[in-house]
């Protein structure tokens, strides 16, 4: 990994490889001229043998310099299955080094330089996913003069086992101290550590509203970005369904030794299995964040419609179709019958004038397409809605979109995710065309990139901040624009979570 650092004083040529230099140590890049990129840095020490599920201990330093031009190890995981590998892809890389940091900074930057920084966290239910994936690439945001970071922790069992000896949210540990890191580090890449943005997806935007919703959440960052992720987490005994199963299932106790005795891909095998046997609708065992220890002491909903992190500027959406990425590609759109949503709909308490509501908009609509939209509005539309509202009179600005660009790709429409190659500018990546086609519109991408990047460069997107009104910035295939409180009438009544 590493060889002997160049002799002090000497000078390096032009077109060198770039090294930064840690407080760890020397790393090497490499650069196309105008992107410097140094990847698989580690963070934090590998978490196996006596550091598996224990709390994350810092990466200790190593001498010469360290080669940065490949992605470290990505965290045990299955590939995804049941329809959904055709749309998301898995990269495996092996090793132990799963807690590890890349970089993108402009290339031939100037001597002390002070950029803005964005942190990217990577989605994926919390048991799959990697930095490594083509579409987190952070060449268009570093082409904007940002230097950006994406980053890698533990999922599953490894990162968010609920065990009786166990911290819980190991993951969300892991991540905090992967900011730790970027406050320290990232000016040896041209960053600013006093203008950080974490950008969380899907189960990442979960994690990171749990990390916004710390008392000390300014120590970590200075703005958020949540992108379609819910914004609670499970009691213990809920959460802890999974973990308890896997235990019953291998005939180990539910603690460290029983848990560090079985093989992370034994834990991984376990774990999908469990899964695929699991309610479409999710009742079954899964894998979430936790109430409860150091990393999310309370539901972050509740702590944040309290208050907290009312200080940090926030950007937060969804797409409108999201609910489309699992019912579609799993057949569950077509075989839920009015029985079901009927009881579903009472098993989740939601009024009956809610789902009047959506038939008198959608009035072609399945059963099945009828859920997933109720589905939608209790975990994402009105939970942001709630947490929007109570930070208007808050000191720091909210900014609300919703991604509403139809793919035309098997019905997906706007489904789960399908925003990322757009805020990325990446619609030529494998797993954008996967999820859009090869066909989608490129404005819509200039547009959406160039909010995102006003965000973390200025601090703001370019469009109405939140208020009484609920302005919800709305990004279809003519670019964005306004929508006051839209469909209201399908939040109204729905039970707080």
Do not use: C
Request: hydrophobic share 45%; glycine share 12%; aromatic share 6%.
């Amino acid at each position: 990994m590493t060889d002997a650092a160049p002799a002090g004083g000497s000078s390096l040529p032009a077109d060198a490889p770039p090294i930064a230099t840690l407080s760890t140590g020397l790393v090497r890049g490499a650069t196309d001229g105008r992107i410097d990129r140094f990847l698989g840095i580690p963070y934090a020490e590998p978490p196996v043998g006596s550091r598996r599920f224990r709390a994350p201990e810092p990466a200790a330093a190593w001498t010469g310099v360290r080669d940065a031009t490949a992605f470290a190890a990505t965290a045990p995981q299955s590939p995804y299955g049941g329809g959904l590998e055709k749309y998301l892809p898995t990269v495996d890389v092996p090793g132990d080094e799963v807690l590890s940091v890349n970089v993108w900074t402009p290339g031939g930057r100037e001597p002390g330089a002070a950029l803005p920084v964005l942190v990217f966290v990577h989605g994926g239910a919390l048991t799959r996913g990697t930095a490594a994936l083509p579409a987190y690439d952070g060449t268009t945001f570093a082409s904007a003069g940002i230097v950006y970071v994406s980053i890698q922790y533990r999922l599953g069992q490894e990162g968010f086992a609920v065990l009786e000896d166990v911290p819980p949210n190991l993951g969300v540990l892991d991540q905090e101290a992967a900011l730790r890191w970027v406050r320290r580090e990232i000016g040896a890449f041209g960053g600013d550590p006093a203008r950080v943005t974490v950008m969380g997806h899907s189960a990442g935007a979960n994690t990171v509203t749990a990390l916004l919703a710390l008392p000390h959440a300014k120590e970590l960052f200075d703005q958020a970005i949540l992108q379609s992720g819910p914004l609670v987490a499970q009691p213990a005994k809920r959460a802890g369904r999974m973990s308890r199963e896997i235990a019953r299932r291998l005939g180990v106790g539910a603690t460290r030794a029983g848990f560090a005795s079985v093989p992370a891909a034994d834990l991984v095998a376990q774990q999908t299995a469990i899964s695929a046997g699991a309610s479409p609708l999710g009742r079954g065992p899964s894998v979430a964040l936790t109430i409860g220890g150091d990393a999310v002491p309370r539901n972050p909903l509740d702590a944040l419609v309290a208050g907290a992190g009312r200080d940090i500027p926030v950007l937060i959406g969804s797409t409108i179709d999201e609910y489309r990425l699992w019912f579609v590609p799993t057949g569950v759109v077509d075989r839920v019958s009015r029985a079901t949503l009927a009881l579903a709909r009472l098993a989740s308490r939601v009024p009956a004038r809610v789902v009047r509501a959506h038939r008198a908009r959608r009035p072609d609509a399945t059963p099945g397409e009828v859920l997933g939209e109720v589905v939608t509005d209790v975990l994402l539309r009105a939970p942001i809605t709630r947490f929007a509202d109570s930070r208007v009179a808050g000191p720091a600005a909210t900014w609300v979109y919703e991604f509403r660009w139809p793919s035309p790709v098997d019905r997906l429409r706007a489904a789960h995710g399908m925003e990322l190659g757009f805020v990325f500018d990446r619609l030529d990546t494998p797993d954008a065309i996967a999820l859009g086609g090869a066909d989608a519109p490129q404005a819509l991408a200039t547009a959406m990139h160039g909010s995102w990047t006003s965000f973390v460069v200025r601090g703001d997107p370019g469009w109405e901040r939140w208020s009484a009104r609920r302005p919800v910035q709305a990004f279809d295939a003519e670019g964005g624009h306004i929508d006051y409180a839209p469909r209201q009438d399908e939040l109204d009544g729905l039970p707080a979570r």
